[in-house]
Every structure is written in C-alpha cells, then in structure tokens.
C-alpha cells in the first residue's frame, strides 16, 4: 500500500542529493520516494534510483514542455511532492499549478546572491570565489515559474577563506546539502517547516 506522502525527485546529473534523499527516507513510516525522472538519459542519477529500487522515467524537453506526459507519470504514481535535486530546467506552469507549494529545489548558494538562470554547480562557486565573498552556503526554496525566487525556507552559511578554491568551496557547500537537505524536505512535507 502506497504511504502517505510520495516523492517525485527530479535530477539532471550525478545524483549525490537524490542518493542521500533517497537513503534517508527508505524506511520512513509516512514518506517514500515513488519515482526518479530525469531530462539526462545517461544521468548517474538513474543508476542510483536502480540501488534503491526506485522506479525512473527519462523525458525530452518537448516532452515536459509540449505536453502533460511528465503530470501523467506523477499521478499514476501517485505522488504528492516534487523534489528537484541537481534539475536544471525551469518547470513550467502546468506543474506548479498541479503541485502549488509542493515543489522544492536546493540553490548552492545564498540566495539571492548567485541566483537565476545559468548559475548552478561550479558555476556558482566560481562567481562566489571571484566577488571575495566570505560565506557561501545553500538555499532551500519552493519552486515557483521563476529561476531560484520561491519562498526560501531554509538557508545555511559556512565560511570561506581566502584559500579556499571552487573546489574546495564545492566540497564544503555538498557537505552542508547532504547534511540539511533530506532532513528539510521531511520536516516541509510533515508540516513543520
């Protein structure tokens, strides 16, 4: 029998969040992953969903953006919140109208800096390592028809020196997302965010 609440995660690549997302709800009594889609055929991501027998779905971009095949999978697997993880389209209207306020996406960085269109993975530590900023951290925000300008509900810094390089950035901003991120999207879909 399907549990409560059931997880869609959208991922364009690697998949290290969704892996984590996906480890930490395996035996949660109310909230299960129901499926992974991905706009990346060769998505690592699909390979890590195959770990945790969590079904997958590859769409195109005319697929999700001409017609309602992605909602249609959604809904035969019944699912009640959407998780974009490393998903690097916008989502289109006919989504956030189906799922209002239940679309959630992780920035790595603190929006509104370093935000909108273009600016994700080593791109954004990059802009963060050029502007000599002094913290970075994550954002976790509801998804809107917009780039990164949901309703943050949660944010989180940790510092950067000036010998930190992107990577080392990277590597700092990954440990807070694995650390925060699973636990956010439980307390979002329980109620208490």
Not at 152 to 170: K, L, R, Y
């Amino acid at each position: 029998m399907p549990k409560e609440f059931r997880i869609a995660i959208f991922a364009s690549g690697s998949g290290t969040n969704a892996e984590e997302i996906m480890k930490h709800f395996r035996h949660h009594p109310r909230v299960e992953v129901a499926m992974l889609l991905s706009n990346t055929p060769e998505a690592y991501a699909l390979k890590r969903a195959e770990k945790f027998n969590v079904p997958t779905a590859v769409f195109t971009r005319k697929e999700y953006k001409e017609s309602q095949i992605v909602l249609e999978w959604l809904r035969e697997k019944q699912v009640t919140h959407v998780v974009l993880a490393g998903f690097l389209w916008l989502v289109p209207h006919y989504l956030t109208d189906a799922f209002p306020d239940r679309i959630i996406n992780i920035h790595p960085s603190l929006l509104p800096k370093f935000g909108g269109k273009g600016m994700y993975g080593m791109k954004v530590h990059e802009a963060v390592k050029e502007q000599g900023e002094t913290s970075t951290g994550i954002t976790i925000h509801l998804v809107n028809e917009h780039y990164d300008e949901g309703r943050v509900i949660f944010q989180i810094s940790c510092p950067v020196g000036p010998q930190d390089t992107p990577e080392t950035i990277a590597q700092q901003v990954h440990r807070l997302e694995y650390a925060h991120y699973p636990r956010v999207i439980e307390e979002w879909i329980l109620g208490s965010a």
